[in-house]
């Protein structure tokens, strides 16, 4: 059985006792090094996650007969990995434990309600900026390619200075830092992070 635990933010005191219990009875341990460096003590067969996931399928197809946990960032169906499985495998061979993620985290560190929240990713999409300048509540999580430098940039050069963009960084880490800051004054650099904006009116 494949299952996909979300590993919330990456702190495991934000896993479900679901999840928790699904990694204990798995056979085979499936996650990127900063995940599975959170379970030092697990006896079965250990994998790391990379970028090829064709790769990955392929492996997964393989190992049918035994039990094995999937470790996603996040919440596995929200831009996750999770959606690519089930894509694959269909939903009748994959089992979903929903995780914490990192816009929710982030919203109830910060005290920000979702009910209007628009949520988006950067993550191998093209960036609709003028969209994230217009409507009121955005929450999107960032890559390399279009982080918070970028995404101010656009705000200012859309006449959205009067924003605020929040700017989680190492949610849920010994190392998390929350920023509150205008577009003018977003930094170059932010570890990995999620960032809500706020377009005022």
């Not at 996931?53 to 996040?74: H, K, T």
């Amino acid at each position: 059985m494949l299952t996909v635990a979300g590993m919330g933010p990456g702190n495991l005191a934000l896993m479900t006792p679901m999840a928790l219990d699904a990694v204990s009875q798995a056979d085979v341990l499936v996650g990127g090094k900063r995940h599975l460096a959170q379970f030092p003590d697990f006896a079965g067969e250990i994998k790391a996650l990379d970028a090829d996931i064709p790769a990955l399928l392929a492996w997964l197809e393989q190992q049918r007969a035994r039990r094995v946990v999937v470790l996603a960032s996040g919440d596995p169906l929200f831009y996750g990995i999770g959606t690519r499985l089930v894509a694959h495998f269909g939903l009748q061979q994959v089992r979903i434990i929903p995780g914490i993620s990192a816009v929710q985290y982030l919203c109830s560190r910060t005290g920000i309600d979702m009910n209007d929240i628009w949520l988006t990713s950067s993550h191998g999409r093209a960036v609709d900026f003028a969209a994230l300048a217009s409507v009121p509540k955005v929450a999107m999580v960032t890559d390399a390619r279009c982080g918070p430098k970028t995404i101010a940039d656009a705000l200012l050069a859309r006449g959205a200075e009067k924003s605020w963009l929040v700017i989680g960084e190492n949610l849920g880490m010994d190392n998390e830092r929350i920023h509150r800051l205008r577009p003018a004054d977003v930094q170059a650099q932010y570890d990995m992070n999620v960032v809500v904006i706020l377009n005022e009116r």
